[in-house]
């Protein structure tokens, strides 16, 4: 038991709590868009009531690392005339930026641990009596040393509890020296790495995507991967003025682009029943963002820069092998990005009503410790079982967001592209900037505390709740009172036609009668 504490102190000193959480994440992300292509396929065949992937493993299990198998034994193609650095560049620019984006993302909050430290050999007191005595007056300059010492050895930086107790101690050996032990408090985000401008950096990553998407269809030598590539460009700059502006509401509501204290802000009640979550203040923001999300990811119906029936494949249409599944690969990634953005913004991220304290209760009754969640700071936890069992919740969330990717598209038709910008700028973008006036407006008649496990008043919530409402009628009127100047469809009269008008509506077949 002794080596088992004694290993578990030195991982707990050495390696960083984000190295471990950076290993998991990444590989449980690359396994699920593996596991999303299968789940995609299910969910096209629930739709079209079929039965879909069967026959590779139980329940066709194993049909992903077929897919897999596939591409790797694939010819690996490649056009002649193409740009052969940018023919091969462009999907793993895709890849990596994808990748890279979720180094932000909140998995289970807050975690709080204690570590201790020798650092008798660093100031001297492994052979001075003296030294170690004085290691234990709290004023002293030994003192004062040692507890630098062990801060310099936090495997996570400076991230001392303020106000948190730190003991020193000085233990005689029997050969004579001393050990000079320091026990000190300290705290981590469970993320890769926490930044302020955590939902910043993540939409600037994602943005970069569509690079490798141009460099793709323009290094093809292909017209219409060319045009794919061109198409994506315009899905872009038109689709990330208005989940910019949505993502905007959310951050004057809070005063922060930190989404791990998104997610701590939300793990509160309003009227001790409601959870604070976003989606339930903000629900036209919600959608709004989920619309611009589709279109982030080149989701139907906004993947017009992949259409078949116009561009045989778009960008990708001369990839093949390992090439094209990097593409692939990236579409889902990037959908696992999104949805969990969306779930630590409007679901709560991490947090689920009363599961906390039931992982508390379960941890204390089967291991006899003390675990607990922060009551002032609901994300600030002592246990690493509630950690995960967060990360689990907001992994569900991000699923079931996905979830309503693949309904969509196997639901609603894509639409052309004229139409697509049309959406973006005649609806979206102004419907996007009234949600961020009005939202401006509640919060400053309305502020709220900006602490930290803080969530917002429920005056400001009932106020941003009436402005969507108010934000909705407004722009369903404008619509119906503002002259349309664009007929969808319309027909061209096409002069020496036969068919100069629709014959229709055309009258009811006889049928004759039966002999």
């Known amino acids: 038991m002794d080596s088992i504490h004694w290993a578990i102190n030195w991982v707990q000193t050495h390696i960083p709590p984000w190295l471990f959480i950076t290993v998991v994440i990444h590989f449980a992300i690359l396994g699920t868009v593996a596991y999303l292509i299968l789940l995609e396929r299910k969910v096209a065949s629930w739709v079209q009531d079929r039965i879909g992937p069967n026959r590779v493993g139980p329940y066709g299990l194993l049909q992903p690392i077929a897919d897999g198998l596939k591409f790797i034994l694939k010819e690996d193609y490649r056009p002649r005339g193409v740009d052969k650095i940018l023919f091969t560049g462009a999907p793993l620019v895709m890849i990596i930026v994808i990748i890279l984006s979720v180094v932000t993302l909140p998995w289970g909050g807050t975690k709080e641990s204690t570590a201790h430290w020798d650092v008798a050999s660093y100031i001297g007191a492994e052979t001075s009596g003296d030294l170690a005595v004085q290691a234990q007056e709290a004023d002293s300059p030994v003192n004062k040393q040692a507890i630098a010492l062990a801060k310099e050895h936090l495997p996570v930086g400076d991230a001392v509890v303020e106000g ?136 139907a119906p906004f993947d017009l820069a992949e259409a078949e029936q116009e561009l045989v494949g778009g960008y990708h249409t001369e990839y093949s092998a390992m090439r094209f599944a990097l593409f692939f690969l990236a579409e889902y990634a990037g959908m696992i990005t999104t949805s969990a953005i969306c779930a630590a913004m409007f679901f709560g991220g991490w947090h689920f009503p009363g599961l906390d304290r039931l992982v508390c209760w379960i941890v204390n009754i089967t291991t006899h410790t003390n675990a607990w969640v922060d009551a002032t700071n609901p994300a600030v936890t002592n246990s690493l079982a509630v950690c995960i069992v967060r990360s689990l919740v907001i992994f569900t969330k991000t699923l079931l967001i996905i979830f309503v990717f693949m309904w969509v598209r196997w639901s609603l038709p894509r639409v052309r592209f004229d139409q697509l910008m049309m959406i973006a700028w005649k609806a979206l973008i102004p419907l996007s900037l009234a949600l961020l006036m009005a939202t401006a407006i509640v919060v400053y008649f309305f502020p709220g505390d900006p602490a930290a496990g803080v969530a917002i008043p429920g005056k400001q919530a009932l106020g941003l709740l009436i402005a969507n409402g108010v934000v909705l009628a407004v722009a ?40």
């Not at 101690?169 to 408090?185: A, C, F, H, K, M």
């Not at 009172?481 to 629709?502: D, F, I, K, Q």
């Open 164 to 299: 948190a107790p730190i003991h020193v101690q000085s233990v005689g050996r029997p050969d004579g020296t001393y050990e000079v032990n320091v026990e000190l408090t300290y705290r981590y985000p469970f993320q890769i790495t926490s930044l302020n401008t955590g939902v910043l950096l993540i939409l600037a990553l994602l943005s970069l995507a569509v690079y490798g998407v141009v460099i793709g269809g323009w290094a093809s030598n292909n017209k219409y991967s060319f045009l794919g590539g061109l198409r994506a460009t315009a899905n872009m700059i038109s689709y990330e003025i208005p989940m910019g502006l949505a993502v905007l509401c959310i951050v004057v509501m809070f005063g922060t682009l930190d989404l791990n204290e998104m997610s701590a802000r939300q793990a509160q009640y309003w009227a001790g029943v409601i959870p604070a979550w976003n989606v339930f203040c903000q629900p036209i923001t919600f959608l709004l963002f989920l619309i611009c999300i589709h279109a982030e990811a080149n989701r």
């Open 476 to 515: 369903m009127i404008l619509s119906l009172l503002v002259p349309s100047s664009y007929e969808t469809n319309r027909p061209v009269p096409v002069p020496g036609s036969r068919y100069r008008r629709t014959p229709l509506p055309a009258s009811p077949r006889k049928v004759p009668a039966a002999v």
